[in-house]
């Protein structure tokens, strides 16, 4: 069965730091990953895609994320974190079992904590 | 561009009623897919529409559920009677059209909030 596992319900990081938060997937054949990020009382927005090419992925604010295939992950990183990056990150995957749909599986979701 | 809105944004109604939720898609999204949260846990798929044609509802949890796009433009999901295992935030997301559409990221909406007591 297809999955994705985000390891951390919680990553704590001081503003100005390196933040990663870690994803493993487990799917036949190649990958459609992606992360979403949800601030309070918003929806979930898009920050960034891997369908193919580049192992090294850029989105929105900032944020990369790296695809590797030997240790089936897809880890969400930034440089340099900012207070306002503290919200609720999902990683997912397109569920390609299912034929002709972009159904999505999804982690459980990490939340990010940013301190001054 | 007006994103994909979702309403109520808070619904609480009691055992057994009906409740019914409603999703406008980003104009000329194709694609429009149902999620659940429940209770902190991860977000699950309901359903997907291309257009007013169910593409996939594999993830209905049982005939409860009844979901309906007519016209391809903005979808209702019906819950009756609900149940207390129905709470959780219910997500509407729509992505562009087309087979390529399916690997375009999907816009998600706010959320509705059901809370069934």
């Known amino acids: 069965a297809q999955s994705v596992a985000q390891p951390e319900d919680q990553v704590n990081v001081a503003e100005g730091n390196p933040l990663t938060v870690k994803c493993t997937y487990s799917?036949?054949?190649?990958?459609?990953l992606f992360w979403y990020v949800q601030y309070p009382n918003r929806g979930l927005q898009f920050l960034l895609k891997?369908?193919?090419?580049?192992?090294l992925v850029k989105g929105s604010y900032g944020f990369e994320a790296e695809f590797n295939k030997s240790q089936t992950s897809f880890h969400l990183k930034k440089p340099s974190a900012l207070v306002s990056d503290s919200a609720l990150y999902f990683c997912a995957v397109r569920d390609i079992l299912s034929g002709n749909t972009g159904k999505l599986i999804f982690g459980q979701g990490t939340t990010l904590q940013v301190k001054p | 561009e007006a994103g994909v809105t979702q309403f109520p944004s808070h619904s609480v109604i009691e055992k057994g009623q009906t409740v019914t939720l409603r999703c406008d898609p980003i104009?000329?999204?194709?694609?429009l897919y149902w999620y659940r949260r429940v209770m902190g846990k991860e977000i699950k798929f309901l359903l997907h529409f291309v257009k007013e044609s169910k593409q996939d509802e594999s993830g209905m949890p049982n005939n409860r559920f009844l979901a309906e796009r007519t016209g391809g433009t903005y979808s209702t999901l019906k819950v009756q009677p609900a149940e207390l295992e129905d709470s959780g935030v219910y997500f509407c997301a729509s992505s562009q059209e087309g087979w390529a559409g399916q690997n375009n990221e999907q816009f998600f909406g706010p959320g509705t909030r059901l809370t069934v007591l």
């Open positions: 891997y369908i193919t090419g580049d192992n």
């Open positions: 799917v036949s054949g190649n990958p459609y």
């Open positions: 104009s000329g999204h194709d694609n």
